[in-house]
């Protein structure tokens, strides 16, 4: 009797414990306002991050600094306009301490002054413009820049002996940025480029090829958007370019690891440069990959998911060091210069440009125990944005 | 050089495939389907599902693609279409452009928005050399699926019963009714055969133009050039029309890419100040 009167007792203190602290936490809280294309063309983007958002906040509990992190999730369906109201909704009518996400570089700008005129940190996760950065004080980038992708490129490929290079880049402001580093990277090394551009709707690629096919390069330099890269990939062989001997090569979103599997073994043999590989060779990473795994139904995590992960690590160790000061200034301030040991490397917040600084890897499509992986076979490390790194000289 | 005509043929073919039964409906009950894109969406996801889930061979979906949108096509047709003809154009505009919203969003929930890729065959990959034009495999089949069907579309419009009755009808649906004509079945069969049509170009046109949930919607402009440039009262006006354009767009792409995507656009509007009437109009009644 007696005993049960003390579990009794114990059990009676531990849930009104429970009420009072859930009742402090939701004082407490700090709300992210997550935006993410989760339906149209662009949902996988919105998917892999959200996946991540919810792993990390699942691994590392939900409190720092005292402050509780509340997800609010709005789909924005990859539409600029519907991102602007979003954000303003989340900010006036939530007051969220955080806007989060952005799929594509429009969407991201579309908040950017939001996030100026109410004063609140802008964590993009996904858009690789390089110029997005500078729209806004309050930005802060956990993915990375196309040409942070695109200039190691250059420099594999002069020292791979390939003089003369075809570019194909979709016709928007991250093709374009692929284009013109890669580029002038290269024409800088002594190689010639050809450049043809391909419109954001028209998924045959026949005409483009086939250009590129009679200009007969030692290599083919691609971005497409993830989605598209199979059929790209597909066309690619169909042509016959790969048995005549050009090399596929570009940033790593044409073998993005979400979709890699199904592109098949047309995808064997393409180099890309990137800042992730799920088949990166870390602790860290094989951890991540195998809880992303195993809480999302064996799907892979991509470049997309590992920087809604380290992103939502950002706000976290903000949050940490302002001891839950939720002020958009502090916050801001206390991102910049984070440096962390991500699943992809070490990453650094760079404290002038509060874009992200990497490593860049070199990998190697392949098949390794009947899947297709990117394999990393060189390093170059810690890879500032080449554009705004040139703009302060 | 021949390479670029010969992909833009088997391009125009697909097109000629995917539209021809717009025009067909277009031209015969004086319907604006715009949700003939739908249909063709329709017979791609039919063969991607198929094909992914039940690992079906790729020849073998593609009739069943023809049949799976003939038959969603009938089952519409009598419930949803068929109370719309008497209406204005416009309020058939507003009608079949809910329908192909309405498939969008559907397609997106129910198939994911991302592209869908599908294995072909390997005899139908990579390409050969036939006196230094470099032919894709996949492409030349397509372009004699494409042909045949042409070929016994004109054969059977021009040469059957059925097509007598059809061209009967559409001419004076009022005296053939009179004859002992069954007009509404007729529309209805006509009807089945267009979506079934663009149901097997959709599955065909997946290796060339992709799927996604937005394909009724990205193509519907393709379709209505087709349709508007070649005349709605024959199979041959939209054929030409369908070559025209797939040659004209590929060709475009590949001299002056800076403004390929227009070309089809700019040819457009020639044709239509040249020829207001499409291209094998008889001359104004």
């Known amino acids: ?393 | 050089m021949l390479t670029i005509l010969f992909d833009g043929i088997a391009y125009g073919m697909v097109l000629f495939v995917l539209a021809c039964g717009l025009s067909v409906t277009m031209g015969l009950m004086n319907f604006v389907n715009l949700a003939h894109g739908a249909f063709a969406m329709l017979g791609g996801y039919i063969t991607v599902l198929l094909m992914q889930k039940l690992g079906v061979p790729f020849l073998l979906t593609l009739p069943l693609a023809f049949i799976g949108a003939a038959l969603i096509g009938v089952i519409l047709e009598r419930i949803l279409y068929r109370p719309m003809y008497g209406k204005s154009h416009l309020d058939q505009v507003m009608f079949t452009i809910g329908i192909v919203f309405m498939a969008v969003a559907g397609a997106d929930y129910l198939m994911g928005s991302s592209q869908q890729i599908i294995k072909l065959p390997s005899w139908l990959q990579g390409r050969f050399d036939i006196g230094g034009v470099g032919v894709g495999r996949y492409r030349l089949f397509v372009l004699v699926v494409c042909g045949v069907l042409a070929f016994s579309l004109q054969w059977g419009f021009t040469k059957t019963r059925f097509g007598s009755r059809l061209r009967a009808s559409v001419d004076d649906a009022r005296v053939a009714r009179g004859l002992g004509i069954p007009v509404n079945r007729l529309f209805a069969l006509t009807f089945a055969l267009g979506s079934g049509l663009a149901g097997l170009g959709g599955a065909l046109g997946i290796e060339l133009m992709g799927l996604d949930p937005s394909f009724p919607l990205k193509f519907m402009i393709y379709f209505l050039v087709v349709v508007t440039v070649g005349g709605t009262s024959t199979i041959t006006g939209p054929f030409f029309a369908a070559m025209l354009l797939g040659v004209a767009d590929v060709a475009g792409k590949y001299f002056v890419p800076e403004i390929g995507a227009f070309i089809i656009y700019v040819l457009m509007v020639v044709l239509l100040i040249v020829r207001p009437d499409g291209l094998f109009a008889k001359g104004r009644a």
């Open chain 1, 1 to 393: 009797m007696a005993i049960r009167r003390q579990v009794l007792k114990g059990a009676l203190g531990l849930s009104l414990a429970a009420a009072l602290g859930s009742a402090a936490f939701a004082q407490d809280a700090a709300k992210v306002g997550l935006i993410l294309p989760m339906t149209g063309p662009f949902a996988s983007t919105g998917k892999q991050i959200d996946a991540a958002v919810k792993l990390f906040l699942a691994q590392n509990g939900a409190v720092f600094g005292g402050k509780k992190i509340e997800i609010i999730l709005k789909d924005d369906t990859g539409n600029a306009d519907t991102t602007r109201r979003l954000a303003q909704e989340l900010v006036v009518n939530d007051k969220v301490a955080v806007l989060a996400g952005f799929g594509l570089t429009p969407l991201a700008l579309a908040a950017a002054q939001v996030a100026t005129q109410a004063k609140v940190p802008e964590v993009v996760m996904a858009a690789a413009t390089a110029t997005i950065t500078e729209a806004s004080p309050y930005i802060v980038r956990t993915s990375f820049t196309l040409p942070q992708a695109s200039e190691p490129m250059a420099d594999w490929a002069l020292k791979n002996n390939i003089k003369k290079v075809f570019t194909v880049v979709t016709d928007y402001g991250p093709g374009i940025d692929a284009e013109t580093s890669f580029a002038n990277k290269f024409k800088a090394g002594g190689g010639t480029v050809e450049s043809v551009r391909v419109p954001l709707r028209n998924p045959d690629f026949a005409p483009f090829l086939q250009r590129a096919s009679e200009a007969k390069p030692d290599a083919l330099f691609v971005f497409v958007p993830s989605g598209i890269g199979a059929q790209f990939m597909k066309q690619f062989v169909e042509r016959g370019l790969d048995k005549a001997g050009v090399k596929l090569i570009g940033p790593g979103d044409v073998v993005d690891d979400d979709i890699l599997e199904s592109i098949g073994d047309v995808a064997i043999g393409a180099i890309t440069t990137h800042h992730y590989s799920v088949a990166h060779d870390s602790a860290a990473n094989k951890a991540f990959v195998t809880a992303f795994k195993a809480a999302n139904g064996g799907m892979r995590p991509n470049f997309m998911a590992v920087a809604g992960y380290d992103g939502m690590r950002v706000i976290a160790e903000a949050l940490k060091k302002t001891n839950g000061n939720t002020d958009g200034d502090a916050l801001v301030a206390a991102m910049k210069g984070l440096s962390l040991e991500s699943p992809r490397g070490p990453i650094l917040i760079d404290p002038d440009t509060r874009d992200i600084v990497q490593n860049i890897y070199v990998r190697k499509t392949e098949k390794k125990d009947g899947e297709l992986f990117n394999v990393e076979f060189a390093i170059i490390p810690m890879v500032k944005d080449p554009v705004k790194a040139a703009k302060k000289q």
